[in-house]
């Protein structure tokens, strides 16, 4: 597990949802990423058997794979892989597979098959506004099974626009986003922080900016993550009681 030297106020500080969380997580991710789909299912199953988990607050962060990716990319995405790592297709093909039966374990049926790979920016963008709306969760959810699972092209914005609807975003909101440049620089600037915390791939996990977990690892380890950050974060525990020997905002007992 990583550990950081810079402070929790590198960058962002006030576009967190809440302060008042004892435990902030900041994942950084892409909806066209299928190690991050199954890096957010293993990090589920640690969270859900997390004692404190009413103090974590979860914050999607927006990472782009491949910033200079077209709306749509014209190619199947077995192709494009082979093209850009410079593979055959058959080898293409297994790493495609193995991906597919990976998430298979974690309940996710991906169709790698049908996807359509394109630009992921505009997807960013209506996260943070899921974010201001309590919804980024939900809409992250959406876009990384529509692109993994249901063969939606996530870089059009006619398809955004109804995904993030059929995830519960306003649509007059969504249109006013995607028609304008709202959001884009907070997306710059979560990319910005990953490149100063030495992010390099994703799914990425920070969990107050003191200790991080890099991939998709197994729950386990996600669970230590949370327990060692409780750990240095936790209130402290009153020994005796205080009785009338205060004194507050409103005057002295």
Partial sequence: METFAAPWALACPDAFPSQEAIVQIEIWSDVVCPWCAIGKRRFEAALADF???DDVDVWWRSYELD???????????VEHLADKYELDQQRAQEFQDFMTSMAAEEGLAFRLDIAQPGNTFDAHRLLHLAAERGLQDTVKERFLIAYLSDGEAVGEPEVLAR???EAGLDAGEVEAVLTGDAYADAVRTDQRAARQLGISGVPFFAFNRTHGVSGAQPPDVFAQALDETWATTRPLEPVGE????TCGPGGCA
């Fill in 67 to 77: 910033p200079s990716a077209p709306r749509r990319r014209p190619e199947p995405l």
């Fill in 242 to 245: 205080a009785g009338e020997t």
């Fill in 163 to 165: 995904l993030a609807g």
């Fill in 51 to 53: 004692a404190h988990r």
